[in-house]
Every structure is written in C-alpha cells, then in structure tokens.
C-alpha cells in the first residue's frame, strides 16, 4: 500500500504521450516539448525528425489498420483482442 501511495504522489510529474498529443494535433508545442525532454535533444531540428517519425508511423498504422478491416470482416474490438492473447491477459490482469 505504501507503493501505491507513492506513485500516487509521482502521478502529477508523469508526461504526456507525445504520440497520443500528435495524435489529436500535429501542431502540438507540448508535443514537441516532451519529446525534447525525453530523448534529450538541444536542437528543434532533431525534434521536428523525430516529430516525423511519429507521424509517419501513425499514417502507417492507419493505413494498415483500414487495409486490415477492408477484407469485410467486421471491426474487431481491441479490448476484446488484447484478452484473447494470453500473455497480454496475464500482464494486464497482474496490474
């Protein structure tokens, strides 16, 4: 319980997904500013590379999540997916 009750206290320094903020607004200061933090870099240069590298790899994954239901299979249900793989049940039942 006394775990707990740290990472409660921690819970206001966690940051953002910057693939989540890019997600909702590829504009996004905030975005570009974790980004920054986290991978350490000095220069907006190799912030706005790796700003691309985010978004090209969501345009990809959209891309292949539509090419994926195009087959005339109903849209799968993730939550229902990510139960059905054992091992992601047992690490997420263990949280």
């Given at each position: 319980s006394a775990m707990a009750f740290?990472?409660?206290l921690l819970t206001p320094f966690?940051?953002?997904s910057p693939r989540w903020l890019l997600g909702r607004n590829a504009n996004s200061n905030k975005a570009?500013?974790?980004i920054k933090k986290l991978r350490g870099f000095r220069y907006d240069e190799e912030v706005e590379t790796e700003v691309e590298?985010?978004?090209g790899a969501s345009k990809s994954q959209s891309c292949n999540d539509s090419n994926d239901n195009s087959g005339g299979s109903s849209a799968k249900n993730p939550m229902l997916e990510?139960?059905?793989d054992?091992?992601?049940r047992l690490?997420?039942?263990s949280t």
């Open positions: 740290f990472q409660l966690l940051l953002e570009r500013f974790i590298h985010y978004l990510m139960f059905q054992k091992k992601v690490l997420v039942i």
